[in-house]
């Protein structure tokens, strides 16, 4: 299965914008790259997905790479709430096994 | 908005017991996953399901079972619960749509004593 890396841990003034980057070089052309993140306490949330061109959506932006070896997410403006765990996953539906395989994430703190 | 329902937030339970973890979704989705979550070990898949009656093993399945006899519910089973088995366990569903994402549930919190 492809891999992904993430920084540990990154902080964020509130209000600020947020650059959270995956690096992903193992990636093959039918990979999609998902973001999902994980509150304390709760289930991971999806985020965003994309296979090759940026995407945006109400709660963040992907911007994916020319070559698709790295990926950024981008929280526009950091509130207190987005404090969270942030997965990068690749998943590979052409294997039929339908699965992701989820990292340690990036610990995301925001301070105020 | 999908909701994915596990039955317990928190559950402890003996050593040889037998456990049952329940989940619901509400949204026809054929396809139904259980995982675990441990700390500095991510998510790992236990089961999956992509039809009723259908199960797949994911990447841990030694020392449990899962069952699917209707679209809407799949049960994870521990069916001799160890020590090793305290950890967070999160249910999810998705369509068979390769386009769309995997819904959480908020995930059992077992502690095996």
């Known amino acids: 299965d492809a891999k992904t890396t993430q920084p540990n841990s990154m902080e964020s003034n509130e209000e600020e914008p947020v650059h959270l980057p995956c690096n992903h070089s193992?990636?093959?052309?039918?990979?999609?790259i998902h973001w999902y993140r994980q509150l304390p306490s709760q289930g991971p949330e999806y985020v965003i997905h994309g296979l090759t061109s940026n995407v945006n959506n109400r709660m963040a932006s992907l911007a994916i790479a020319e070559d698709r070896k790295s990926s950024t997410l981008i929280l526009h403006r950091a509130t207190l709430r987005d404090a969270a765990v942030y997965y990068c996953i690749l998943r590979d539906d052409t294997s039929g096994t339908y699965k992701y395989i989820f990292g340690t994430g990036t610990r995301l703190k925001v301070l105020a | 908005d999908v909701k994915v329902t596990q039955s317990s937030r928190y559950l402890v339970k003996r050593t040889g017991e037998k456990v049952f973890l329940e989940c619901v979704q509400d949204m026809d989705h054929e396809n139904m996953f259980w995982y675990r979550q441990d700390p500095g070990l991510g998510l790992r898949l236990i089961y999956f399901?992509?039809?009723?009656?259908?199960?797949e093993k994911g990447d841990i399945p030694e020392g449990y079972s899962v069952s699917r006899e209707k679209k809407e519910r799949f049960s994870l089973i521990l069916e001799s619960a160890s020590t090793n088995q305290t950890s967070m366990y999160l249910c999810a569903s998705r369509s068979t749509d390769s386009n769309q994402p995997q819904h959480f549930g908020d995930g059992t919190r077992l502690s095996i004593l």
């Open positions: 193992t990636i093959s052309g039918t990979d999609y």
């Open positions: 399901s992509y039809d009723v009656k259908m199960k």
